[in-house]
């Protein structure tokens, strides 16, 4: 869906920028309305987002699992007294036009598609800001006293934002609900640790709800209250879920297909014959020497494993069926390329291992799967993830082997940029896997430089 507007009306909405900011930040510095501001930790299980409703296409969203930071779940709201309009009506004038609130001077909401008078499910707008902030978001949910909004791909943060009314005690309530992290690294930097962006976003809807103040033709009644839970350990949530149908669809459309390689013929799959063979181990917390301790760190990262939890979501994303055996289990993978470019791919996972065994003399607890590629994948061959504990000093290793090869694609662009692309973009998936991995039991992001990882190429 094409997001931009033509480059006269761009550059025209462009100049309007430097006064739209330097009157927003004076505003800012100046505003005498009341706030109640306050801030405490929160808890996934308490303030998970809610769940993306099926009737909208999931495609290009941005969940708070694929942000990057801690997510914060923020609650503004504004009491309205004298105001003659139902929560419904409200609502409805509101949605005739975001701009009848939003701050004008310093954002606008743009519709891109849907009618310009309505606003209905599947909408899309762009948030247009100073400089490179656009803000693509779709309409999720629409209700008569509601609306909810999910981030797209490209926006600076990962999430839903709800906007909602209602009655309470002869008064109007609005409040403005998100849950949302960083969409990138550098986000993370301005918003969380700087403080920047989230002193623009703060006077950006505290000042959308003067603006509904307004259109309610009410007045304040006390003053603004914002509250704020900060989630630091957030899940890469929503990377298995089927609610898009067309997801559903093409993950259903896998059970049919076979392998695109003769599992008969892995004896001849070496570096000889054109194939690559890469291996990978990322060293993780160590434990007591002797067999895997209950919530240790190897039965923690089996756990990682079983979910696919180790793998970047800003890289791939894995869809399947939660409740399929892992043996056997089709996987829907989506490759992601500058965060623009997806490719779906299908894998079946096979191989699954659950063993201790002798190796140079030493004895190993070893556990793990593979999963191998399926007809229409881009390349051809099998991945093997395998976690290890040397049982006589209780090193914990997390292992990935490759054997692989480019399929035989019949469409020259796509085989062209898979040969030029591809191979950099398989590596940077083991190599950040491996830092994931180790990241997620450390509870913390480690270096790149980290990873003990050993590639060799063919």
């Not at 993306?52 to 942000?67: A, C, K, T, W």
């Amino acid at each position: 869906m094409p997001r931009n507007e033509p480059l006269p009306r761009r550059l025209t909405t462009a100049t309007r920028w430097p006064v739209g900011v330097t009157l927003t930040s004076w505003r800012y510095m100046w505003r005498t309305t009341p706030l109640y501001r306050s801030e405490e930790m929160g808890k996934w299980d308490e303030d998970t987002p809610p769940r993306l409703p099926d009737s909208v296409s999931h495609n290009e969203i941005q969940r708070v699992g694929d942000g990057v930071g801690p997510m914060f779940h923020r609650r503004y709201a504004a009491i309205i007294d004298g105001s003659q309009l139902s929560p419904d009506e409200l609502m409805e004038r509101l949605c005739e036009d975001l701009d009848r609130a939003a701050p004008t001077e310093f954002a606008t909401f743009k519709k891109v598609s849907g009618d310009e008078r309505e606003l209905r499910a599947g909408d899309e707008y762009v948030v247009r800001m100073p400089g490179p902030w656009d803000g693509p978001v779709r309409v999720i949910e629409r209700t008569p006293t509601c609306f909810r909004l999910a981030t797209l791909e490209g926006h600076l943060e990962a999430g839903q934002i709800l906007f909602s009314a209602r009655s309470e005690n002869d008064r109007l309530v609005f409040w403005i609900e998100s849950w949302a992290s960083s969409g990138d690294w550098l986000s993370n930097l301005l918003y969380h640790h700087l403080r920047m962006s989230k002193e623009v976003q703060f006077h950006m809807w505290t000042s959308f709800l003067e603006g509904v103040i307004k259109l309610a033709g009410g007045k304040r009644h006390g003053g603004l209250r914002i509250h704020t839970r900060r989630v630091d350990n957030v899940p890469a949530e929503g990377r298995h879920e089927l609610g898009d149908p067309r997801s559903i669809e093409a993950l259903r459309a896998l059970h049919d297909k076979p392998l695109n390689f003769d599992l008969a013929d892995r004896a001849s799959f070496t570096r000889e014959s054109g194939w690559r063979i890469d291996d990978y181990c990322q060293p993780l917390p160590s434990e007591p020497p002797g067999p895997p301790e209950p919530d240790g760190t190897w039965e923690r990262a089996k756990r990682l494993m079983l979910d696919y939890e180790f793998a970047d979501p800003r890289i791939v994303r894995a869809i399947y069926a939660q409740d399929a055996e892992l043996e056997g289990r089709d996987m829907l993978l989506e490759a992601r390329l500058w965060r623009v470019i997806r490719f779906r791919f299908g894998v079946r996972v096979g191989g699954v291992v659950d063993q201790s065994s002798t190796q140079d003399g030493r004895e190993v607890r070893l556990w793990g799967w593979s999963y191998r590629t399926l007809q229409d994948h881009l390349e051809m061959g099998q991945m093997d993830y395998r976690l290890c504990k040397w049982l006589d000093n209780g090193d914990v290793e997390f292992r990935i082997h490759v054997v692989s090869r480019p399929a035989r694609t019949p469409n020259p662009i796509i085989r062209w940029g898979f040969r030029v692309l591809g191979r950099r973009e398989q590596v940077r998936f083991a190599r950040r896997a491996c830092e994931r991995m180790a990241s997620l039991l450390a509870g913390e992001e480690v270096s790149r430089a980290a990873a003990e990882v050993t590639v060799r190429a063919a």
